[in-house]
């Protein structure tokens, strides 16, 4: 078996090559992480001395993303890991229970912000328009930066869902310069409140996908498209010699590592060790399932059974 050659060089004492763009995702991720925890801490600041709760809004959302940036930065942190099931089990998850606890602290904080500007609404409260805005179009540019940062690394899942946490902190962003405009050019101070709420609505989104999300791998839910008549139809058709395939149950540990268990029955004089090694070649090419616990089942004829010292 070739299990243990896992395609990783064995530390050279720690030489990295250089990357082709001289940065890779990792180092992305904990730039755009900085980037935004730090300004995070500023334009919360300003919020509260310029009396915007847009800025604060947008905060808060800078919050949730300083908070995926740095699960996305775990996990890539994590995947360079050698595959081995046994020890990542643990970290995987803890990443997703920060997701989780994450998601509901972010959910807290959208309540708060809603009813902070209903009481704003109802007695409007003075709002200093211009450092408003300053701190508005620099958050702008920090998430702009963040974003190319982002960008220009590979594509995972974890970097497509921390661009998307970006991409939502610039229309934070943009609500926070409109209503100090609005204030600016009208002194309506209401519009503060209001476009807190449209802020809110935006955290409240993400928070309570990454909640769905989180609590989905943590009830041992299926991963997308890896449901178990899927999985057994796919195998059946696409691996030669299987009577059967039944009990397949598959979950996630993380982020992209998905697990399977399944039993499987094979035709008469097929060889175990090759369908073993076919079905979890299939599992790892077609649902990206990189430990798989296969039971195999011999349609055994009784003159079989005698046989079985592989």
């Known amino acids: 078996m070739s299990a243990h050659h896992h395609h990783h060089p064995h530390d050279h004492g720690h030489a990295h090559g250089p990357h082709a763009d001289g940065l890779g995702n990792e180092k992305r991720v904990m730039f755009a ?17 310029s009396g915007s709760l847009a800025l604060i809004a947008d905060a808060g959302h ?52 809603l009813f902070e500007a209903a009481s704003r609404i109802l007695s409007p409260s003075p709002v200093m328009g ?25 594509q995972t899942l ?9 991409l939502g902190d610039m229309l934070g962003s943009v609500a926070a310069i409109a209503a100090a405009l609005i204030i600016m050019g009208t002194g309506y101070t209401i519009a503060d409140p209001l ?14 996908g990454i909640v769905r999300e989180s609590a989905h791998v943590l009830m041992e839910g299926t991963p997308e498209g890896a449901e178990g008549e899927r999985i057994a139809g796919d195998l059946m058709a696409n691996v030669e010699g299987l009577a059967d395939v039944h ?13 399977a268990t399944l039993h499987a029955r094979l035709a008469p004089g097929i060889d175990p060790g090759m369908a073993l090694a076919a079905i979890k070649a ?3 090419a077609e649902f990206g399932i990189g430990h798989a616990t296969v039971q195999i089942e011999e349609e055994s004829c009784p003159d079989h059974a005698a046989g079985h010292a592989h």
């Open 282 to 284: 299939r599992l790892a």
């Open 195 to 208: 476009l807190s709420v449209l802020v809110a609505l935006l955290i409240l989104r993400s928070a309570a």
């Open 62 to 113: 800078m919050l949730t993303d300083t908070g995926a940036l740095f699960l996305a930065f775990i996990a890539t942190r994590l995947a360079k890991r050698p595959a081995d099931g046994a020890r990542s089990y643990g970290y995987a998850r803890a990443e997703i229970l920060a997701a989780f606890t994450n998601g509901l602290v972010m959910i807290g904080v959208v309540a708060w912000i």
């Open 158 to 166: 974890n970097m497509r869902g921390a661009m998307v946490h970006v």
């Open 33 to 49: 992480m900085w980037l935004t925890g730090g300004f995070m801490v500023i334009e919360a600041v300003g919020g509260v001395i």
């Open 247 to 259: 009990h397949v149950h598959a979950w996630s540990l993380g982020s992209n590592r998905a697990v």
């Open 130 to 154: 211009l450092p408003m805005l300053a701190i508005a179009i620099t958050g702008l540019l920090v998430n702009i930066m963040a974003f190319k940062l982002l960008h220009g690394g590979e």
